[in-house]
């Protein structure tokens, strides 16, 4: 009597089949047990699904920079309205950004499965998490990665770990879209960690955490460093109807002042810590001119911050600690 034995089912499928009720999973929850069964292998499935996901956001969300600098229509919205990228800026910065993401952020990424699913994160599991606990989950993966953002931003600024690291990340004193990660590899290692240290470190303590939650996280932290490198604040930008958000409005400056906001997300710590009173007198200058002569004195001013910022990074850059310290204080 001929028999055959049937192939033992992998871990994902005996899962799904065992543990999942999948009549009452939504189109995405059936989507994603899809993808992981179509692999059958969960350190790939998460290491394409990542890395993918990434690539697409990034360069997805900065098309339409890209296409907004190209129309003359929205310069009255520019924060420095007379330095528009060029093609080849655009093109330049492209090159070393898929440089970093191939050689720095593909490795992590692909290693990240096995390090999530060793501090207890959940990957290939349905159902997703629902939307309230995801909401301030993230809110807490901001608030930690501002502040350490805001630490290592500041160490970065000092002498040595400026010239070698992140003066590249300053070649542009007018960002745009595609300069969000324009940087060092080890720049884009240090502060990377900001954005998945939160996670991981609130996945070691409370063991609850889902992937489908830190994507969520990862898309809306690549949607803040790409707008607040574009260069233009609008009317509807989101820091006029939450004045602690920074926008391009804030961080926009630093590139061209170099000295002050060095928080992403958030106003408050610069606000705390005294790293913004250039910022807010310049702002005031503005406010208290005419209407008519504002535009001119805009221009005025966006000079002489400049130049100011021009020699706080030559003193930062030849120096140590002590010459950090006064470039800080360079007004």
Request: charged fraction near 15%; include cysteine.
């Given at each position: 009597?001929?028999?055959?034995?049937?192939?033992?089912?992998?871990?994902?499928?005996?899962?799904?089949?065992?543990?999942?009720?999948?009549?009452?999973?939504?189109?995405?929850?059936?989507?994603?047990?899809?993808?992981?069964?179509?692999w059958d292998n969960p350190v790939l499935a998460t290491g394409l699904m990542s890395f993918i996901m990434h690539e697409?956001?990034?360069?997805?969300?900065?098309?339409?920079?890209?296409?907004?600098?190209?129309?003359?229509?929205?310069?009255?919205?520019?924060?420095?309205?007379?330095?528009?990228?060029?093609?080849?800026?655009?093109?330049?910065?492209?090159?070393?950004?898929?440089?970093?993401?191939?050689?720095?952020?593909?490795?992590?990424?692909?290693?990240?499965?096995?390090?999530?699913?060793?501090?207890?994160?959940?990957?290939?599991?349905?159902?997703?998490?629902?939307?309230?606990?995801?909401?301030?989950?993230?809110?807490?993966?901001?608030?930690?990665?501002?502040?350490?953002?805001?630490?290592?931003?500041?160490?970065?600024?000092?002498?040595?770990?400026?010239?070698?690291?992140?003066?590249?990340?300053?070649?542009?004193?007018?960002?745009?879209?595609?300069?969000?990660?324009?940087?060092?590899?080890?720049?884009?290692?240090?502060?990377?960690?900001?954005?998945?240290?939160?996670?991981?470190?609130?996945?070691?303590?409370?063991?609850?955490?889902?992937?489908?939650?830190?994507?969520?996280?990862?898309?809306?932290?690549?949607?803040?460093?790409?707008?607040?490198?574009?260069?233009?604040?609008?009317?509807?930008?989101?820091?006029?109807?939450?004045?602690?958000?920074?926008?391009?409005?804030?961080?926009?400056?630093?590139?061209?002042?170099?000295?002050?906001?060095?928080?992403?997300?958030?106003?408050?710590?610069?606000?705390?810590?005294?790293?913004?009173?250039?910022?807010?007198?310049?702002?005031?200058?503005?406010?208290?001119?005419?209407?008519?002569?504002?535009?001119?004195?805009?221009?005025?001013?966006?000079?002489?911050?400049?130049?100011?910022?021009?020699?706080?990074?030559?003193?930062?850059?030849?120096?140590?600690?002590?010459?950090?310290?006064?470039?800080?204080?360079?007004?």
């Amino acid at each position: 009597m001929n028999s055959t034995l049937a192939a033992p089912l992998s871990e994902i499928a005996h899962y799904y089949l065992t543990q999942v009720d999948v009549s009452s999973l939504n189109i995405f929850e059936k989507a994603w047990m899809s993808w992981y069964m179509w692999w059958d292998n969960p350190v790939l499935a998460t290491g394409l699904m990542s890395f993918i996901m990434h690539e697409v956001v990034y360069f997805g969300r900065c098309v339409p920079w890209i296409i907004i600098d190209a129309m003359p229509y929205f310069r009255r919205w520019k924060l420095q309205p007379t330095k528009v990228p060029t093609a080849k800026d655009q093109w330049e910065c492209t090159k070393l950004v898929l440089f970093s993401h191939f050689t720095v952020e593909l490795p992590q990424i692909w290693l990240f499965h096995p390090i999530a699913e060793y501090l207890g994160m959940a990957t290939y599991q349905l159902p997703f998490p629902g939307w309230k606990t995801m909401a301030w989950q993230i809110a807490l993966f901001f608030m930690f990665e501002d502040a350490f953002h805001f630490v290592a931003h500041q160490a970065l600024h000092y002498g040595p770990l400026y010239r070698n690291i992140h003066k590249i990340h300053h070649k542009y004193s007018a960002p745009f879209g595609l300069a969000a990660e324009y940087a060092h590899p080890a720049e884009v290692l240090i502060l990377g960690t900001g954005t998945i240290g939160g996670p991981l470190l609130y996945c070691w303590f409370t063991r609850d955490l889902h992937i489908f939650t830190m994507y969520a996280w990862i898309v809306l932290r690549l949607f803040q460093a790409v707008d607040s490198h574009s260069g233009y604040d609008f009317p509807w930008s989101l820091n006029k109807f939450f004045p602690l958000w920074s926008g391009a409005d804030h961080h926009d400056f630093h590139h061209m002042a170099f000295t002050n906001n060095y928080s992403t997300s958030f106003r408050y710590l610069d606000h705390i810590f005294g790293t913004d009173k250039k910022y807010h007198a310049y702002k005031a200058r503005l406010r208290a001119a005419a209407a008519k002569d504002r535009e001119a004195l805009n221009q005025k001013l966006m000079a002489e911050t400049e130049k100011e910022g021009q020699e706080a990074e030559r003193i930062a850059e030849q120096s140590g600690y002590f010459g950090s310290k006064i470039a800080a204080k360079v007004q």
